[in-house]
């Protein structure tokens, strides 16, 4: 297994938990806690890990993920310390699906917010996948590739296959396939990014 730390990012709701689910059908060992339960928003799990919370404050756990997956949501990327190599999956979902599903989320816990607040939100991160991308392709011990939400759900074969040769690695792809459920797309809506 390679020594470099797979790292699976993206926006809030944008689709990182499915890619870690699929990580982890296809063979790859993932470095997650369970400590973020399932739950009707995320009905497989979250693959998150604690820690990553943090990691602006301490990353001397990130040893642990080599040869791993992580899921680290985009806006922690830059706190990655430099002195390894990271392949990053960064997941891209239609912005207007990204702010429902949120939506959707916050009234499942009780809370709410306005049209305002999302168009306000889209603005914020429109700005910041920008700059999170450029930031990305600055990095010389970071290699990128952008996988599209939809894909997984139009044309998953070609999607887990291009997947597996950016890792470089022999994955199950039926499973990883298989580990994608159409039902589980909720907010499917043609919009612009």
Wanted: proline content about 4%; charged content about 25%.
């Amino acid at each position: 297994m390679s020594e470099d730390i797979i790292i699976v990012s993206g926006l809030p709701r944008s689709g990182t938990s499915l890619m870690m689910q699929m990580l982890d059908a296809g063979g790859v060992p993932l470095l997650s806690d369970g400590t973020r339960r399932a739950d009707d928003s995320n009905p497989a799990g979250y693959y998150e890990y604690e820690p990553v919370k943090k990691l602006k404050e301490d990353n001397a756990w990130l040893a642990q993920a080599q040869g791993k997956a992580l899921k680290v949501v985009s806006p922690l990327l830059s706190w990655l310390p430099a002195g390894w190599n990271y392949k990053v999956i960064f997941v891209r979902r239609l912005l207007i699906e990204v702010l429902a599903s949120q939506q959707r989320m916050l009234r499942r816990q009780g809370l709410d917010s306005s049209a305002a607040d999302d168009e306000q939100l889209k603005i914020v991160y429109q700005r910041h996948l920008k700059e999170i991308e450029a930031w990305l392709a600055a990095q010389q011990n970071f290699q990128v590739f952008y996988a599209e939400y939809q894909e997984f759900h139009v044309n998953p074969g070609m999607q887990v296959e291009e997947v597996a040769n950016f890792l470089g690695l022999s994955l199950n792809q039926q499973a990883m396939i298989t580990s994608i459920k159409p039902e589980l797309y909720r907010h499917r809506l043609v919009a612009e990014k």
